[in-house]
C-alpha cells in the first residue's frame, strides 16, 4: 500500500482516499507514532516529514557510532530499506517555516505547503550553544546530528585535545565515547558537579572520582569565557584565568524544544508545545509529542518537558491513538528518569530527588564499592524520588514503586533498615494491588 503526493505548482497533494495524518520530525516519537497509525488505520494516509537528510535514525546510536561499534546505517531507527515503503508511509524531507493551522497546512521552507487532517508536531529539540566568544569557530562543534559525529570522527585520533564543555546527562554520554576514541579529554561544567540535574552532590562527587581515576581531567564549578585560535589549535579560556589547549572543542551545554517556527500558529507554547492528557495542543487537529510536547508530569508538577527516549516513544504512541479517535488514550504523565553508563559507572535518577518541604530521604552510602542509594519520600510516605549509584538491580524496582504512587508507610521500618530491600517493598505492593 503506497499513497502518492502529487506536486501541483508548489504544493504537494495527496492523492488517495482516507484521512491524512502529516508527522512532522522523524525521531522516536514521529515514529512510533506513524507505525501505530497503520496498525489503527489501514487506509490512512501517512506523512513522515525528516527535518534532516537520509534515513530517520537514533541520536542516542551516536556515540556508538563514534568508536566505531556501528557504521552511519548502525544508527537508524528502522534497519529494512523496505519499512517505510511496506507500511505505506511515505517519508519527505524539507523542514516546516510556519503551520498555517487556520487552515490546516504547514508550509515548507522552500514554500511548499502540506495539507492535513491531522498533524503531529514530533520535531525534537535543538543543542544550545552558552553566549561565549568564539563559538562559531571552526573546531568549536555539538554532538546532535549525523554530521556533527562525522566532524568529530575526523577532528580526533588517540592523543586529540579535546574540551568538551558541559557535563549533564548528553555530556557524560560523548564522554564515554570520547574516551574509548582514546584522545586528551578535560570537562568543563559550570554547575557545582556533574550531572546536576540527575546527580545530588554525593552521586557527583562518586561520578567525577570515577572519571577522573580513568584519566579525564574534570572541571565542575568552572566557567568558559571564552575560545580563542582556529581549527586544531584552539584555546578556552576560563574564568580561572586557565587557557586548555584543543584540537577540537565540543559544546553539550544543553537543550531546547524546537518550537520557533510556531510563531504566530496559535499554538500554545512555554518550554514547549502544551499539551493536554491526550496529546492535545490548543488548536484543533494538532498533536504534540517528544522532546517539544510540554505534558502532563506523573508526580502532578505541572505541564513539564522531559526529553528522554522513554517518553518520547509513550508520547507517539498516544498521540496516534488520539489521532484516530479523539479522547481514546489518556495519558498519565511523564516520569523525569535518566540512567546513564559512564566508563562502567551506572548511575540512574528517578522523579523528584530533591529534599526539602515535606519530603524526607533515606541514603545508604557505600563509596569504596561505588555504591550510593538515595530514596526520597512525600508526607503522604509515597516513593517521590530516587538516585542510585551502583544498584544496577534497583532500575525498574524504582520505576515500578515511584509510577505506583502507592503509599510504602507499612514497609517504611524496614526500609529505614535497610534500603535495599527494595524488591521485597516492591513485591508487597504488588499483591497489594492484585
Known amino acids: 500500500m503506497a499513497f502518492l503526493h502529487q506536486k501541483r505548482g508548489n504544493d504537494w497533494v495527496s492523492e488517495g482516499g482516507g484521512m491524512h495524518h502529516l508527522l512532522v520530525g522523524a525521531g522516536p516519537a514521529g515514529v512510533t507514532a506513524g507505525e501505530t497509525l497503520r496498525r489503527l488505520d489501514p487506509d490512512a494516509q501517512i506523512t ?7 534515513d530517520p ?10 568508536v566505531g561499534h556501528i557504521g552511519e546505517q548502525g544508527t537508524r531507527l528502522r534497519k529494512a530499506e523496505t519499512h517505510w515503503e511496506a507500511l505505506g508511509i511515505d517519508v519527505r524531507h524539507g523542514r516546516v517555516h510556519h503551520v498555517a493551522a487556520d487552515s490546516d497546512e504547514v508550509v515548507l521552507e522552500d514554500g511548499a505547503r502540506i495539507a492535513f487532517d491531522r498533524l503531529l508536531l514530533a520535531t525534537g529539540a535543538h543543542p544550545v550553544r552558552p553566549p561565549v566568544t568564539g563559538m562559531d569557530l571552526p573546531g568549536v562543534v555539538s554532538c546532535w546530528t549525523l554530521e556533527d559525529a562525522r566532524a568529530i570522527v575526523a577532528g580526533t585520533a588517540p592523543g586529540s585535545q579535546v574540551v568538551l564543555m558541559g ?3 548528553i555530556g557524560c ?17 559550570q554547575g557545582p558537579r556533574m550531572v546536576p540535574r540527575m546527580l545530588d552532590e554525593t552521586a557527583g562527587r562518586m561520578l567525577q572520582a570515577h572519571c577522573e581515576a580513568r584519566g579525564v581531567r574534570v572541571l565542575v564549578a568552572t566557567r568558559v569565557e571564552s575560545v580563542s585560535g582556529s581549527h586544531g589549535r584552539l584555546s578556552v579560556h576560563t574564568a580561572a584565568g586557565e587557557a586548555l589547549s584543543a584540537d577540537l572543542v565540543i559544546t553539550a551545554t544543553g537543550v531546547r524544544s524546537n518550537i520557533g517556527f510556531l510563531e504566530g500558529s496559535g499554538i500554545d507554547c512555554e518550554q514547549g508545545v502544551l499539551v493536554d492528557e491526550f496529546l492535545h495542543s490548543s488548536r484543533a487537529h494538532v498533536f504534540a509529542a517528544g522532546d517539544v510536547a510540554q505534558g502532563p508530569d506523573l508526580l502532578g508538577q505541572g505541564r513539564q518537558v522531559h526529553a528522554i527516549q522513554p517518553t518520547a516513544v509513550e508520547h507517539g504512541r498516544i498521540a496516534a491513538h488520539n489521532m484516530v479517535r479523539a479522547g481514546s488514550v489518556r495519558y498519565q504523565g511523564s516520569l523525569n528518569m535518566n540512567v546513564l553508563d559512564t566508563l562502567g ?3 540512574v535518577s528517578f522523579g523528584e530527588w530533591g529534599e526539602g518541604g515535606d519530603c524526607s530521604a533515606l541514603q545508604l ?4 564499592a561505588g555504591r550510593y542509594l538515595k530514596l526520597v519520600f512525600d508526607a503522604q510516605d509515597r516513593l517521590r524520588g530516587a538516585i542510585a549509584v551502583g544498584h544496577t538491580e534497583k532500575v525498574g524496582v524504582l520505576r515500578g514503586l515511584i509510577q505506583s504512587r502507592r503509599s510504602l508507610k507499612v514497609w517504611r521500618d524496614r526500609l529505614e533498615q535497610n534500603p535495599t530491600q527494595l524488591s521485597e517493598v516492591y513485591l508487597g505492593v504488588v499483591e497489594g494491588l492484585a
Open 167 to 169: 557535563a549533564g546527562f
Open 48 to 54: 513522515l516529514l525528516c527535518g534532516e537528510p537520509g
Open 173 to 189: 554520554i560523548i564522554l564515554e565515547a570520547l574516551v574509548e576514541r582514546g584522545v586528551d579529554l578535560t570537562v568543563v561544567e
Open 365 to 368: 552510602e557505600n563509596p569504596e
Open 345 to 347: 559507572l551506572i548511575s
Open 57 to 66: 535514525y537514533a541520536r542516542m546510536a551516536i556515540p556508538y557510532m563514534l
